[in-house]
């Protein structure tokens, strides 16, 4: 619930994963199924006397990100050196963005806790390179030994940075399914791959020193984490203990946020601007990496309801993934958009969440055939619900599945009607007492006779349609 | 000299022998100028040469390379004892130049650690020494690669120069030293020591050399961000004399502070330029007090940023016992570095920390944007095509003379600083003697005029006959 005492800002870390290089050299990014320290090069390692070189695509996929942001994109732009000692970052300084970053004073729009949509400013948005990682042998404060992995060093990094305008945890979570969303429509992101967002959010309550959660990638986790925090500093205030401004780890097993360091050990970055990259003249590029942006997510939901004519529910539900979105298009082209609407956005994508796979394992080509089914009343829903559920959970290349098939394999074809009939003429001739009983008032005795028709056609007629003949062939009889 | 080696060879003398007669030279010097040698692997590479000889502008000739340019496959320690053992894996951009053009590299030569000094007194190996006075230093910190070209254990080398360090050893050892522009050579490859300001550039015999090996290394490398575009042709257009060219002769690089000797020597070059058709005139440099202020606080801070990534973790030294990671970063830092590093990282951290980069190092920089508009206008249109100026205030000093007094040895590099600082091109070449010891004449030009520089030192050279002398360790 929105609390106004609540004030949440981000620093969200977003990969450019969908760079061919990383952000100074050449070395690829599909680092994410290999051996460790396969993906590396004397550059991204750092070696003594080796430089970097700006991946331009890089620039112009930030500048792309920028512009959806709604932020300035700066005339100039320059790239500093940040010191600090770690065993994952090579070169013991990171290369990022200090003064003059690529984008200052963006926003987002979100649907507030109240339903009002909410514009959420973002400060700013700059580059940087991302360390290795490090892998410890057992728990981080028990390990004996850690080693490292350098093959996500020199990955190219955003980092969006957030007004504390954010007034509860469910709404940082919005707003970050909203950044993702429109990363992904920008085409310059993944969000499937680890490590692709990686969130530090800051947390106060009016009045009360902050705290900064470093590190969570989840959503779900920001919004745990931060529904712990503000539970935290509450009781904390409560009892009268004073806060301090610190910096927490999430601990995502327990579920609860310690303290690493407080205010006084923080770091002297020593910042200063990198002397191997000079600075970059950007604005010329601007206009053309405007030309190229996409129809973003907002954008889209407003054709979508304009142009198919569906529900705006729908239609935010269908645009809050760009795949979905596009699965959506090439489907509405082919069925009645509206019925085509109700099954995607409620029907495929809540079994897609079930399962936890992406629309990649259903084909348009099949949702078409389903509808033209249900459309043609050859199944029924539940059939057809069926139908989808059996494509989801075959095995090997789903999308190759036939819908048709498994209609009439699993026997789920909707019974011709004369059967049907027969079944209810049938049934209404056995149950003479349930007929007698429905007759003297009895409202429920006629799912007896119904359950009559079901067994005779061995649960292929619709129940529904089932019980509105029954009624109708007693109505009937007892008019006759 | 490179050019009569390269006739030698192409006349049909043996590579082999050419190179094993220098490893002969060098296994019995006792001036140090090497920390590697490649004795097997250049060999072996002469051999191949000799069997079918390839083309190039350094085909078959031998060539030395100071200790903090990259090579693969041959040690590169920076004369560091955090960097001993350290192979690289890849090539600098001016090793695979040298390569295409067929040169074979015979050793990494000993220098100052990290870059760090003006004697070559800092090196983990130990001093070289001066092959003119052997009780002396070479000059730094490209010390090494003086002394051996000086002493006829290389016929060229590299070296690169960050506040002075290859025209100050040039200067020191009687030979020529060449900085070239800010951007012309590559620096990918060359451990940073002050990124902003170091150039790779050639240490030879004669200014004709110097040219030929600008040629080969100098040009764009993607691999550079700083890098420029080159015109190239140097050797080619060396002759052409002085005559006609506005000599500017800065009043700050005088007077007090600079031994007499050097001082004479100095003007006697101005006279000969002029006796050869320049004329010269007084110029004024006014920022030059503040350059060497400017310059240790830009280096120091570069460099506490650079030296930082040497913690033995993925290369260099290992002590044995691993504790947590900052206890062993700090064990390895605090053995593997010498005093005068370790001095340079700690003040550039200072000279960055919060709060007092404001006061230093954005300082600096705005000093060094005066220095570099002090060039521009004395070397504007109408005003001097080229400065002369003596390299070092004085001689090659004793070895241990000056190595205690930190400040009075940054006080040396007072006149190749500003250089660095400006970015721009200059030569030391060899203009006299003092009691016997060998100094510098620098000429500095405009941005990417290189081609200048080198024909007004050509012209000198061949009107004096100071780079004929041969150094008595020689002999």
């Known amino acids: 619930m929105a609390e106004k005492d609540v004030i949440i800002g981000l620093e969200v870390h977003v990969q450019l994963n969908k760079l061919n290089s990383k952000l100074f050299c050449g070395c690829s990014t599909d680092y994410h199924d290999s051996p460790p320290n396969t993906h590396t090069c004397p550059v991204c390692l750092g070696l003594p006397g080796t430089l970097p070189v700006v991946n331009k695509r890089a620039v112009e996929y930030a500048i792309r990100v920028a512009l959806a942001l709604n932020c300035a994109i700066q005339g100039e732009t320059l790239f500093y ?89 469910k709404e940082a979570r919005s707003f970050l399914d909203k950044l993702r969303n429109i990363l992904e429509y920008l085409d310059v992101f993944d969000g499937n791959l680890e490590g692709a967002m990686r969130i530090d959010s800051n947390i106060s309550l009016v009045g009360g020193e902050r705290a900064e959660v470093k590190n969570i990638s989840s959503h779900k986790g920001v919004e745990k984490a931060l529904a712990y925090e503000i539970t935290r500093q509450r009781s904390a205030r409560r009892r009268g203990v004073a806060q301090v401004q610190e910096t927490r780890h999430y601990d995502e ?10 205010k006084e050990e923080a770091h002297d970055y020593r910042y200063f601007p990198e002397p191997d990259l000079v600075p970059m003249r950007i604005a010329d590029w601007v206009p053309r990496v405007e030309a190229k942006l996409p129809e973003l997510p907002d954008a889209k939901r407003e054709r979508f309801v304009a142009e198919y004519g569906i529900a705006d529910d729908h239609a935010k539900s269908l645009t809050s993934e760009i795949r979905v979105a596009n699965f959506y298009e090439v489907v509405a ?29 259903f084909s348009p080509d099949q949702m078409v055939v389903i509808l033209d089914l249900i459309e043609g009343g050859k199944i029924t829903e539940k059939g057809a619900v069926e139908v989808i559920r059996t494509i ?89 | 000299m490179l050019r009569m080696l390269k006739e030698r060879l192409e006349a049909g003398a043996s ?42 502008l350094l085909a078959g000739v031998p060539i030395a390379i100071k200790s903090s340019i990259s090579t693969k496959g041959i040690e590169t320690n ?40 003006t004697s070559t007194e800092t090196s983990c ?55 070239p522009t800010y951007g012309l050579v590559s620096r990918y490859g060359l451990v940073s ?97 503040y350059a060497l202020a400017a310059y240790y606080i830009i280096a120091m801070s570069e460099a506490s940023s650079n030296l930082a990534r040497f913690d033995g973790l993925r290369y260099g030294l290992r002590l044995g016992a691993d504790q947590d990671w900052h206890t062993t970063f700090s064990d390895i830092r605090a053995a593997g570095f010498g005093p005068e590093v370790k001095r340079r990282i700690l003040l550039g951290t200072y000279a960055l920390s919060a709060g007092y980069y404001g006061r230093y190092y954005l300082k600096a920089l705005k000093v060094r944007t005066l220095i570099k508009q002090d060039f521009e206008r004395a070397l504007s249109a109408g005003g001097a095509d080229l400065l002369v100026t003596p390299t070092m205030p004085f001689p090659a000093f004793r070895i241990g003379e000056r190595i205690e007094d930190p400040l009075s040895l940054y006080m040396a590099d007072v006149f190749t600083v500003p250089i660095n600082l400006a970015g721009v091109p200059a030569i030391s070449v060899p203009c006299g003697f003092a009691d016997g010891l060998p100094i510098g004449l620098q000429i500095i030009g405009r941005h990417f005029d290189e081609a200048a520089v080198l024909r007004a030192a050509k012209a000198y050279e061949g009107a004096t006959p100071y780079h004929e002398a041969v150094p008595k360790e020689v002999v």
């Open chain 2, 15 to 56: 590579a082999e022998e050419e190179v094993s007669a220098l490893f002969s030279k060098i296994n019995k010097s006792r001036l140090n100028a090497y920390n590697v040698l490649s004795e097997e692997a250049a060999l072996e590479r002469a051999r191949e040469y000799d069997r079918s000889p390839w083309g190039g």
């Open chain 1, 81 to 169: 050196r940040k010191n600090y000692y770690y065993p994952d970052l090579p070169k013991a300084f990171q290369i990022t963005q200090y003064d003059f970053p690529l984008g200052l004073g963006g926003s987002i729009l979100i649907k507030g806790e109240d339903g009002e949509e909410r514009r959420i400013r973002i400060t700013r948005v700059h580059m940087e390179e991302d360390p290795g990682r490090l892998v410890h042998a057992g728990t981080i404060d028990r390990a004996k030994y850690s080693m490292v992995d350098y093959n996500r060093c020199g990955m190219a990094l955003l980092e969006v940075v957030t007004e504390p305008d954010l007034r509860s945890p």
């Open chain 1, 392 to 480: 989801l959970d075959g095995p090997g290349e789903t999308t190759e599945a036939d819908p048709a098939a498994i209609v009439a394999t699993k026997g789920l074809s909707r019974v011709e009607d004369d059967a049907v009939m027969a079944a209810v003429r049938a049934a209404v001739e056995e149950s003479s007492q349930a007929v007698a009983d429905y007759r003297a008032g009895n409202e429920k005795a006629i799912n007896f006779i119904v359950g009559v028709v079901m067994k005779k056609t061995r649960g292929r007629a619709d129940p529904g349609e089932a019980n509105r003949l029954v009624r109708e062939a007693l109505e009937g009889a007892g008019r006759a």
């Open chain 1, 253 to 262: 097993l327990r579920g609860i946020t310690v303290t690493i360091r407080t």
């Open chain 2, 125 to 179: 190996f130990g001093p070289t020494k001066n092959p003119w006075d052997a009780d002396r230093v070479p000059g730094g910190s490209s010390g090494g690669s003086a002394a051996a070209v000086a002493a006829g254990e290389a016929p060229c080398a590299l070296g690169s120069d960050t506040g002075g360090s290859i025209r100050c050893p040039a200067s020191f050892c009687g030979i020529v030293g060449l900085k």
């Open chain 2, 193 to 289: 020591y002050a990124n902003s300001l170091e150039q790779i550039g050639p240490l030879t015999l004669s200014v004709e050399d110097a040219a030929l090996v600008l040629d080969v290394i100098a040009g764009h490398d993607p691999r550079d961000s700083t890098s420029a575009r080159s015109e190239g042709g140097y050797f080619a257009r060396i002759e052409g004399g002085v005559d006609g060219l506005t000599l500017g002769v800065p009043q700050e690089y005088f007077g007090e502070g600079v031994d007499p000797l050097v001082e004479k020597a100095v003007w006697d070059a101005i006279s000969k330029l002029e006796g050869l058709g320049a004329s010269w005139k007084k110029v004024s440099l006014p920022h030059t007090r």
């Open chain 2, 78 to 117: 920076c004369s560091s004892r955090i960097l001993t053992g350290y192979i690289p894996p890849y090539d600098a951009t001016v090793i695979e130049r040298l390569k295409e053009e067929g040169a074979i590299i015979i050793g990494k030569t000993n220098m100052d650690e990290f870059a760090m000094g």
């Open chain 1, 333 to 361: 082209e082919r069925a009645p958009p509206r019925l085509a609407a109700a099954w995607i956005a409620d029907v495929l994508k809540g079994e897609l969440n079930y399962r936890d796979v992406t629309i990649e394992r």
